[in-house]
């Protein structure tokens, strides 16, 4: 059974949207990124154990990711994304207060265009700083994610990888899940607006099922 979702990446210029997208899906970090230009598109296909029940055997989900540029000339491209997205991954820098800051005012972006519909996720990334880098803690992200009601909270490191995993595998189950819930688990998204047209890049695959290891302990949802 396969079910598709429309994730959209929102956050500042230079946080590691990019970067995030692309450790989930080549598992490579590359220090020398371009800004993005207006958006991109990949797609990957998880695959996950049965439903709630465990009894309706393998689930197949495909993310449909779409990076979005951080930069202001680019902001009037980015609600029409936004609107029939499932979806959106709000990514804030720990090491810049102004990026964290900025996430009220993504937020308020996807109510604007999505109301309640969409899942909300928000990402501390580089985790892998050192501390005296740090200009926001994880209890803040946490805190702001509880309070802006968002479905869950993750710090991530693009560079080595932290979190990573953990995180699309958290947020494939959540889809699953809200599928089930919504009877919607016949391949149409998460029963708010249906599968979301794609590109056609062919969709690469990663089992959830395997242990990401160490970094599998990094997940903090709130």
Same mark, same amino acid.
């Given at each position: 059974?396969?079910?598709?979702?429309? +994730?959209? *990446?929102?956050? #500042?210029?230079?946080?590691?949207?990019? %970067?995030?997208?692309?450790?989930?899906?080549?598992?490579? *970090? #590359?220090?020398?990124?371009?800004?993005? =230009?207006? +958006? #991109?598109?990949?797609?990957?296909?998880?695959?996950?154990?049965?439903?709630?029940?465990?009894?309706? !055997?393998?689930?197949?989900?495909?993310?449909?990711?779409? /990076?979005?540029?951080?930069?202001?000339? *680019?902001?009037?491209?980015?609600? %029409?994304?936004?609107?029939?997205?499932?979806?959106?991954? +709000?990514?804030?820098?720990?090491?810049?207060?102004?990026?964290? $800051? %900025? =996430?009220?005012?993504?937020?308020?972006?996807?109510?604007? &265009?999505?109301? /309640? /519909?969409?899942?909300?996720? =928000?990402?501390?990334?580089?985790?892998?700083?050192?501390?005296?880098?740090?200009?926001?803690?994880? #209890? $803040?992200?946490?805190?702001?994610?509880? &309070?802006?009601?968002?479905?869950?909270? *993750? $710090?991530? @490191? @693009?560079? @080595?990888?932290?979190?990573?995993?953990?995180?699309?595998?958290?947020?494939?189950?959540?889809?699953? $899940?809200?599928?089930?819930?919504?009877?919607?688990?016949? !391949?149409? !998204?998460?029963?708010?607006?249906?599968?979301?047209?794609?590109?056609?890049?062919?969709?690469?695959? +990663?089992?959830? !099922?395997?242990? &990401?290891? @160490?970094?599998?302990?990094?997940?903090?949802?709130?």
């Amino acid at each position: 059974m396969l079910t598709k979702h429309k +994730i959209v *990446f929102l956050g #500042d210029q230079s946080v590691g949207k990019t %970067s995030l997208i692309t450790r989930f899906m080549y598992n490579t *970090f #590359d220090t020398h990124y371009s800004a993005t =230009v207006g +958006i #991109d598109f990949l797609s990957k296909t998880m695959y996950l154990d049965g439903g709630n029940s465990g009894e309706d !055997g393998p689930r197949t989900v495909r993310l449909q990711l779409w /990076d979005t540029a951080g930069q202001e000339r *680019f902001r009037a491209l980015i609600p %029409s994304y936004i609107r029939d997205s499932h979806v959106a991954i +709000i990514v804030y820098d720990v090491s810049n207060r102004g990026s964290f $800051e %900025s =996430v009220r005012r993504w937020c308020q972006y996807v109510h604007e &265009e999505r109301g /309640d /519909d969409a899942v909300l996720v =928000v990402v501390g990334n580089k985790r892998d700083l050192p501390s005296t880098q740090r200009c926001v803690t994880s #209890d $803040e992200g946490a805190a702001l994610c509880e &309070e802006l009601g968002c479905a869950l909270f *993750f $710090e991530t @490191s @693009s560079r @080595s990888g932290q979190g990573v995993v953990p995180l699309f595998k958290k947020l494939s189950l959540l889809l699953t $899940e809200r599928d089930d819930s919504d009877g919607h688990g016949n !391949g149409n !998204g998460s029963g708010n607006g249906g599968a979301c047209a794609g590109g056609g890049q062919a969709a690469t695959t +990663i089992d959830v !099922g395997v242990n &990401e290891g @160490s970094a599998a302990g990094e997940q903090c949802s709130c």
